[in-house]
């Protein structure tokens, strides 16, 4: 991911085709100093949020049918890419002038609730003013942090393994739930020897995939305060990972940097890719081939430390229309229109009104939610392991420094420490 973040960072880039500030897609935003009331009682509310224009276009008809059933509330609306987005916001809370409702991630709840920048959204619950009930698998949990509601989730998501299908079918590979890692990594040898394809495209730097492995051994990516694994454990990891690219069963990094925006496993130059369920979409669009869910290896074969993560919508502590931010949230995640506009833009809708509501018919949404409804009913999905404030530029740290390992600019040993005392500073600031 380079400086730019995490996998979802980088595959929300990919998916999406963003390149929407050098476009000058981006909408503007007023300030709306004078807190957006008006004379005949009418306010206004702030909402921005990341993605490409698709999204954009979505969302603004979702906001009409908001503004139709709450006349008095008006929503002026803002959108960038990924990067400008939290470059946009990060100015915009420093200034103590951010949106007064915004799209948000895990990876951002404590760091912003660290600087009184996340509106408490409990108080509004118990108010009347926000529903959270019909939550799938109690997906709502993602936006509590510390006894406090940060954010609520507008879909669902999982990490899983997206494979291409005639390759591992002509290898004669068929994963099942419950393979383990020395199955999977048997698997893409034989890929390779067979069908002369690299069998995966660089699992060693996905720092969620690293915490589901770490999940399965007993530990976490995260602790609440700082990281919950040792230096021997990443070393461990990398070294893997340095090992099998220069086997050439892992994808040549540097042909990885050469295709993007394009997937490796999309172009045909892997054959497997980890990455969250809901961006699998992207395959079938970028590629010839066709493409399957698979279920994650396990240390164990059975636990595979899954959980849901979520796209989801936060409100700013210190705006003057805490009760409106709230019922725009409610409405946003809860009306069936807004449930079929939306589909599998953000994530498996996280309510059952919406998810009742829309109905894919497109074989590849179909299959994102067949896989995440198979992985809840076999009981295989946990808590999300907590972020602490600083999380989002370690994730950044961790994809840059495992690119540079793998492409042999650093020594695995180094690259680690490397990583840890980026870490540290980053968890300290």
């Not at 940060?150 to 899983?160: A, C, E, I, K």
């Not at 383990?180 to 699992?203: C, S």
């Not at 497997?272 to 869910?293: A, I, K």
């Not at 808590?383 to 740290?397: K, Q």
């Amino acid at each position: 991911m380079g400086k730019n973040g995490s996998v979802e960072r980088r595959t929300v880039l990919k998916a999406a085709g963003a390149s929407l500030a050098a476009a000058g897609l981006a909408a503007t935003t007023g300030c709306g100093g004078d807190g957006g009331g008006s004379g005949d009682g009418t306010v206004e509310i702030r909402f921005a949020w990341w993605g490409a224009e698709e999204r954009a276009k979505r969302i603004n008809r979702s906001v009409k049918l908001f503004e139709k059933k709450y006349p008095k509330i008006k929503v002026k609306t803002d959108f960038q890419d990924y990067v400008a987005f939290w470059e946009k916001f990060q100015t915009q809370a420093a200034g103590g002038n951010p949106p007064d409702v915004f799209q948000n991630a895990v990876a951002f709840l404590r760091k912003y609730d660290k600087r009184s920048v996340l509106l408490d959204l409990k108080s509004q619950v118990e108010a009347g003013n926000l529903d959270l009930k019909n939550f799938r698998s109690g997906v709502e949990k993602v936006g509590e942090v510390d006894g406090k509601l940060l954010g609520v989730p507008v879909g669902s998501n999982t990490m899983s393994l997206v494979i291409d299908e005639k390759v591992f079918r002509k290898a004669g590979v068929e994963p099942e739930q419950g393979w383990t890692w020395d199955e999977y990594f048997a698997a893409l040898k034989k890929i390779h020897d067979t069908q002369k394809v690299a069998g995966d495209t660089g699992y060693f730097g996905i720092m969620y995939l690293y915490d589901l492995y770490l999940r399965q051994n007993g530990k976490a990516f995260f602790t609440e305060d700082g990281l919950g694994f040792e230096e021997a454990d990443l070393t461990e990891w990398w070294q893997d990972g340095y090992n099998r690219v220069k086997a050439g069963i892992v994808t040549d990094p540097k042909k990885v940097e050469q295709l993007k925006p394009k997937s490796p496993l999309a172009s045909g130059d892997g054959a497997s890719e980890f990455t969250w369920d809901n961006f699998t979409v992207r395959y079938t669009t970028e590629g010839d081939s066709t493409y399957g869910l698979a279920p994650i290896p396990t240390t164990d074969g059975k636990e595979t430390g899954q959980y849901l993560g979520s796209l989801m919508l936060s409100g700013f502590a210190r705006t003057e229309h805490p009760k409106e931010v709230a019922q725009f949230i409610s409405f946003m995640v809860h009306d069936p229109e807004v449930g079929r506009i939306m589909g599998y833009d953000r994530g498996i809708l996280a309510t059952t009104e919406q998810f009742d509501a829309y109905k894919p018919t497109d074989a590849p949404n179909q299959a994102i939610a067949r896989y995440e409804e198979e992985v809840a009913e076999a009981g295989l999905l946990g808590t999300i392991t907590p972020h602490p404030a600083g999380a989002d530029t370690v994730e950044a740290a961790f994809l840059r420094i495992a690119g540079d390992m793998s492409t042999g600019k650093t020594k695995v040993s180094d690259a680690v420490k490397q990583f840890f005392s980026e870490a540290k500073t980053a968890l300290a600031a």
